[in-house]
């Protein structure tokens, strides 16, 4: 495993820099980085509605703006990732 | 090489006239490898200026102009992608221009031998290009991204760009890079990554490289056929230029670069080349490499060889690779090693790449050995589901389009397979795999 796919490593620290502009709202999207992730699951226990498993563990993420609720569920998995590797993205 | 295949080269090119072609013949190239093995005679810079002229400048106003005519042209990524080139460069300017502007001719493709042809022949015309969209975009920072291994190409690019700075030219210094010699070595963010000091293994693009790529600086990168077109289409303007595709065709042993008219069909190209001008027809190809598409030959025969034709038709030319396999081989062992060799060429940095892709080859090989009932097939489907669109880079969809489209042109093969029977002996292997290297 390279370096910098660890938390705090330069990429997520640049994630952290461009995508967090603002106050994440209604109409952002979660995303994984999927370098960063290793498939502990936390994500998946903590936003069910939102996120599901594959076969191998890994979550899978729909790609679409989330609503309201979605986003309390969403902040919180972001915020458990142990390797930081969910994020939110403004629109556009 | 006929003149179906092939825009005629006029001989004797009027004072004015700028020869269109890229390369004006065909190049052959061994089975594997970067080395061409003969065709026409490499350009040095005096014969590069006197079949093209000399290049226009593309500083001032003409910068604007030449941003146009790109878009004019629709000119697209050669490299695959197939990306309008001109919404690149706008989004460059639009981030204040400057920054890295990029030749990428690291081809990783294992099948795809253009861009090394080009490279080999007409260094000139890629460097023409590379120069040009620089001054467009007011970059500075110029260059040449290629394989470790690819020596001839190396070598060739060297000698070109000291052939411009013994002659004068006034441009940027152009600096050549490589990456190590692997499939990813040039995928786009990998070269970005690796440009920035990190390993040569693709990442998630958060902010687009226009924007921010290299040093955080907006970025361009280019396939060197698309920027050799940069070089044609600065000097000829909208109207002169001719949208002629450059292909890579694997037959038999070897594989030949050949440059073709937009209006000649995958059937006049193959009936032209190799053992299928002899002995039939093929039963399908492989259009685009080996992330491509499995196309059955009686649609492919008579499509043309046109990237705006086939994006219609729901297909694509990819990087431009075209492999037909004969009757008497089996699409689905092709598949299988196919896939295996792109399972086995990921970063492994991916959960859904490395495991996924993984677990698909190994069903895509039980599918080709006939050890496959309806629970596999549904696991592959499942699998291919799963995983598409969840790498960091393009790199498993392009093996899950691959497969599909495999088991789609062929089903009378997947059927029998699952009745335990191949119809074509599973023995001869015509799609040249190398071996991964690790």
Not at chain 2, 121 to 145: I, Q, Y
Not at chain 2, 184 to 213: D, F, K, M, W, Y
């Amino acid at each position: 495993m390279s370096r910098d796919v660890l938390p705090g490593g330069a990429s997520a620290r640049r994630a952290r820099e461009v995508t967090t502009v603002g106050r994440p709202t209604a109409g952002w999207q979660l995303r994984v980085d999927p370098l960063a992730c290793d498939g502990i699951g936390i994500c998946s226990h903590l936003a069910p509605d939102l996120i599901s498993v594959d076969s191998w563990g890994y979550p899978i993420i729909p790609r679409r703006a989330l609503g309201d609720r979605e986003l309390r569920s969403a902040q919180a998995a972001v915020t458990a990732c142990p390797r930081r590797a969910l994020f939110l993205q403004p629109p556009g | 090489m006929s003149a179906a295949l092939h825009a005629v080269p006029d001989p004797h090119p009027h004072p004015g006239q700028v020869d269109a072609d890229l390369i004006g013949a065909a190049v052959h190239f061994p089975r594997e490898g970067s080395e061409s093995l003969r065709g026409p005679a490499p350009d040095d810079l005096a014969a590069h200026v006197q079949r093209f002229g000399p290049r226009p400048s593309a500083l001032g106003s003409a910068g604007p102009a030449l941003v146009e005519t790109v878009e004019s042209i629709a000119l697209t990524g050669r490299g695959g992608a197939h990306f309008p080139a001109a919404i690149k460069w706008r989004g460059v300017i639009a981030a204040g221009g400057g920054g890295t502007v990029i030749a990428n001719g690291s081809e990783g493709e294992p099948l795809a031998a253009k861009d090394a042809a080009l490279l080999q022949l007409r260094p000139h015309l890629v460097l023409d290009g590379l120069v040009s969209a620089a001054e467009a975009v007011g970059s500075f920072d110029l260059v040449v991204w290629l394989h470790e291994g690819a020596q001839a190409t190396y070598r060739a690019v060297v000698q070109a760009i000291d052939e411009r700075r013994a002659a004068g030219l006034v441009e940027p210094r152009i600096r050549v890079l490589t990456g190590p010699a692997r499939y990813l070595t040039g995928e786009s963010s990998a070269v970005v990554r690796a440009l920035n000091g990190g390993p040569t293994l693709p990442e998630l693009t958060r902010v687009l490289p226009v924007i921010s790529g290299v040093n955080g600086r907006p970025t361009l990168l280019h396939n060197a056929e698309t920027l050799a077109r940069v070089g044609i289409a600065a000097r000829t303007g909208p109207t002169g230029y001719r949208p002629t595709s450059l292909l890579t065709v694997v037959t038999g042993g070897q594989r030949t670069v050949v440059e073709v008219e937009p209006s000649v069909t995958f059937g006049d190209v193959v009936a032209q080349i190799g053992p299928y001008a002899v002995a039939g027809t093929p039963q399908a190809m492989l259009l685009g490499g080996y992330g491509g598409s499995w196309v059955s030959w009686s649609d492919a025969a008579g499509l043309a060889v046109d990237q705006p034709a086939l994006k219609a038709a729901g297909l694509s030319l990819g990087a431009a690779v075209v492999a037909p396999i004969p009757s008497n081989t089996c699409g689905l062992v092709e598949t299988a090693r196919i896939a295996q060799y792109l399972a086995d060429s990921g970063a492994r940095q991916c959960g859904p790449c490395l495991f996924g892709l993984r677990s698909v080859a190994e069903l895509v090989w039980a599918l080709a050995d006939c050890d496959v009932g309806r629970s596999e097939l549904k696991r592959l489907d499942r699998f291919m589901g799963e995983i598409a669109g969840r790498g960091a880079c393009a790199h498993p969809d392009g093996a899950l389009r691959m497969v599909a489209s495999a088991l789609d042109v062929f089903a009378d093969d997947v059927r029998a397979h699952r009745k335990g029977r191949c119809v074509t002996g599973r023995t001869l292997k015509v799609i040249p795999v190398p071996e991964v290297r690790t």
